[in-house]
T-cell receptor
Framework: KQEVTQIPAALSVPEGENLVLNCSFTDSAIYNLQWFRQDPGKGLTSLLLIQSSQREQTSGRLNASLDKSSGRSTLYIAASQPGDSATYLC??????????FGRGTSLIVHP | SQTIHQWPATLVQPVGSPLSLECTVE??????LYWYRQAAGRGLQLLFYSVGIGQISSEVPQNLSASRPQDRQFILSSKKLLLSDSGFYLCAWSPTGLGTDTQYFGPGTRLTVL
């Protein structure tokens, strides 16, 4: 059974810091890995999708890497801003239609 | 562009009452559709997914059921709610195919069972 762990569970940083959020998974036989953002009481917004054959994806200040063999992914946020405050979730697609989500990292960026 | 709607946004129901949550997608055809539940202190749990009209797969045995009466409509139901059914219910879609593409989520329904 696939298990996805996100570390840390919570993070509070001052504005401007560079951040690394971690995601690990137990079964390396995945189709892809996706990072999402969730604001309180809202749905999830997709940030980055990394296919199993890829090593990383970038979008603006966000960079996600994937090391399938070690079962790890990191989400790097450069020059954090208060607007980045949210919960960040990673999900791995272990079957054609079946994602497994981590519990998320709750991020607060204070001015 | 594609949009996904869920209603109601919030719902408070007594134990033992029925449930019907609706999700619709616009701007795409034959999407893969998903129902998730997010309970307090727990991760996002996949409940059902559908790759076509009338095709429903269940991931977790429980007192909930799902139906897809139309191509872009996905309904989550229960005949008798339990306290443990409280949570945040999210509908999502992905483009037709293997289901390995990006998932797009709706705004969610907050269900409280008293």
């Amino acid at each position: 059974k696939q298990e996805v762990t996100q570390i840390p569970a919570a993070l509070s940083v001052p504005e401007g810091e560079n951040l690394v959020l971690n995601c690990s998974f137990t079964d390396s036989a995945i189709y892809n890995l996706q990072w999402f953002r969730q604001d309180p009481g809202k749905g999830l917004t997709s940030l980055l999708l990394i296919q199993s054959s890829q090593r990383e994806q970038t979008s603006g200040r966000l960079n996600a890497s994937l090391d399938k063999s070690s079962g790890r992914s990191t989400l790097y946020i450069a020059a954090s801003q208060p607007g980045d405050s949210a919960t960040y979730l990673c999900a791995v697609m272990r079957g054609s239609y079946i994602p497994t989500f981590g519990r998320g990292t709750s991020l607060i960026v204070h001015p | 562009s594609q949009t996904i709607h869920q209603w109601p946004a919030t719902l408070v129901q007594p134990v033992g009452s029925p449930l019907s949550l609706e999700c619709t997608v616009e701007g795409t055809s034959n999407p893969n559709l998903y129902w998730y539940r997010q309970a307090a202190g727990r991760g996002l749990q996949l409940l059902f997914y559908s790759v076509g009209i009338g095709q429903i797969s269940s991931e977790v045995p429980q007192n909930l059921s799902a139906s897809r009466p139309q191509d872009r409509q996905f309904i989550l139901s229960s005949k008798k709610l339990l306290l443990s059914d409280s949570g945040f219910y999210l509908c999502a879609w992905s483009p037709t195919g293997l289901g390995t593409d990006t998932q797009y989520f709706g705004p969610g329904t907050r269900l409280t069972v008293l």
